[in-house]
Every structure is written in structure tokens, then in C-alpha cells.
T-cell receptor, first 112, second 118 residues
Framework: DGGITQSPKYLFRKEGQNVTLSCEQN?????MYWYRQDPGQGLRLIYY???????QKGDIAEGYSVSREKKESFPLTVTSAQKNPTAFYLC???????????FGDGTRLSIL | AQTVTQSQPEMSVQEAETVTLSCTYD???????LFWYKQPPSRQMILVIR??????QNATENRFSVNFQKAAKSFSLKISDSQLGDAAMYFC???????????????FGKGTKLSVKP
């Protein structure tokens, strides 16, 4: 079955530590997205990539970094510069046609 | 920049009754898409229904239908015959037509939490 997989489901970060969230898709979609979700807020866009080896900042990119070395993979690194990383992170992908975005099941990141 | 507003943080409905969730948006574009996503306690984002702005006919998916008023920039979701499994956060989202640049990025409202009473 084609889909989009995020791992791990739960992640804990120590102060000053960088952590990486994984997002893999086998739908052969060109575009991939990372969103952050906080309580009482909708999803906010962190980074997006429309093609391999290219990505763009979203609305809240500070303290985060990404890479897109392969079409199927779009990992998100939460750096120590992100002072409030506790949130639910969702990855999504979309093809070039006008179909909706497909979402992964998310990663819950907490501070130790 | 486009914005999406959901003015009802929480709603409640009796099982088997009908409920309508409100969404308004602001845009200067003429071609775009609107979506309703459901997020149950599992946190998975599930597409409920989509509407193309160029279509005047309101979209329908089984018990879910929309009232799309383009001039008023309004996009409400009606859930008929509500079921316990409909309890979730519901997000309204906007997307420009096209693919290049920031087109294709979803802009979300803050959500409406729907409770269903047995």
C-alpha cells in the first residue's frame, strides 16, 4: 500500500540537543511539507519542498532545518535554536496534480 | 496573504442530529481549493471534503456537505445524522490553484472541536 510514514511516534529532546524527525513516502509525490501543531492552533507550515534538492521556508522556519536528497524522504531537524519545540509535527506530500495533500500520522516531540 | 477563520472553537451536537461548522476566508485570487479535514483523537488528518472554487455546485460526500458562497468567502460544513465517530477537531483549509512557488501550500484555520452526545 502506498502511503506516508513518520517516525518515531514519540520523541524526547534534551536541552541543547538536535533531534531529527523522519518522513518517508512511497507515493512518488513531488512535493513534501512539514507542519507544526500547537494546542488551540491550526497547522503552521515549517518548510516545504517541491522537488529534490530544493526546499523553501514556511511561516515558522526559525530553529528548524530540512533536507531533500531523495524524492521519497524529507527529514526535519529541530535544532537547539528552537526554544519551544514541544508540539505535534505532521508531514504531508502532494503530487503535481490538483489532488489534496496526504498526511502522515505525526510525531509528538517533548522536552525532557 | 490568504487567511482562514473558524469562529467556533467548540461545537456540540446530539447523535443523529445535524450540525454546521463555519469557515470564512480572505483571498484576492479567483481560482483556489477549499478543504475540510477531520482530526480525531488519534491525531491523524483525514480529508473530509474538497471544493473547487470554479465549481458552483456544492460538494457532497455521504453525510457531509458544504455550503460554498464564493462572493461571501464562506465555506461551511454540514454533518447530517451525526455519529459518535464524528467527534473530532475539524479544520478548514485553503489552497491556491497551481503548483509553483507557495501555491499548493495549505493555509489552515484554528479548528473547531466537535463533540457528539449520545
Amino acid at each position: 500500500d502506498g502511503g506516508i510514514t513518520q517516525s518515531p511516534k514519540y520523541l524526547f529532546r534534551k536541552e541543547g540537543q538536535n533531534v531529527t524527525l523522519s518522513c518517508e513516502q512511497n507515493l512518488n509525490h513531488d512535493a513534501m511539507y512539514w507542519y507544526r501543531q500547537d494546542p488551540g492552533q491550526g497547522l503552521r507550515l515549517i518548510y516545504y519542498s517541491q522537488i529534490v534538492n530544493d526546499f523553501q521556508k514556511g511561516d515558522i522556519a526559525e530553529g528548524y532545518s530540512v533536507s531533500r536528497e531523495k524524492k521519497e524522504s524529507f527529514p526535519l531537524t529541530v535544532t537547539s535554536a528552537q526554544k519551544n519545540p514541544t508540539a505535534f509535527y505532521l508531514c504531508a506530500c502532494r503530487d503535481r496534480d490538483n489532488q489534496p495533500q496526504h498526511f502522515g500520522d505525526g510525531t509528538r516531540l517533548s522536552i525532557l | 496573504a490568504q487567511t482562514v477563520t473558524q469562529s467556533q472553537p467548540e461545537m456540540s451536537v446530539q447523535e443523529a442530529e445535524t450540525v454546521t461548522l463555519s469557515c470564512t476566508y480572505d483571498t484576492s485570487e479567483s481560482d483556489y481549493y477549499l478543504f475540510w479535514y477531520k482530526q480525531p483523537p488519534s491525531r491523524q488528518m483525514i480529508l473530509v471534503i474538497r471544493q473547487e472554487a470554479y465549481k458552483q455546485q456544492n460538494a457532497t460526500e455521504n453525510r457531509f456537505s458544504v455550503n460554498f458562497q464564493k462572493a461571501a468567502k464562506s465555506f461551511s460544513l454540514k454533518i447530517s445524522d451525526s455519529q459518535l465517530g464524528d467527534a473530532a477537531m475539524y479544520f478548514c483549509a485553503y489552497r491556491s490553484a497551481g503548483y509553483g512557488g507557495s501555491q499548493g501550500n495549505l493555509i489552515f484555520g484554528k479548528g473547531t472541536k466537535l463533540s457528539v452526545k449520545p
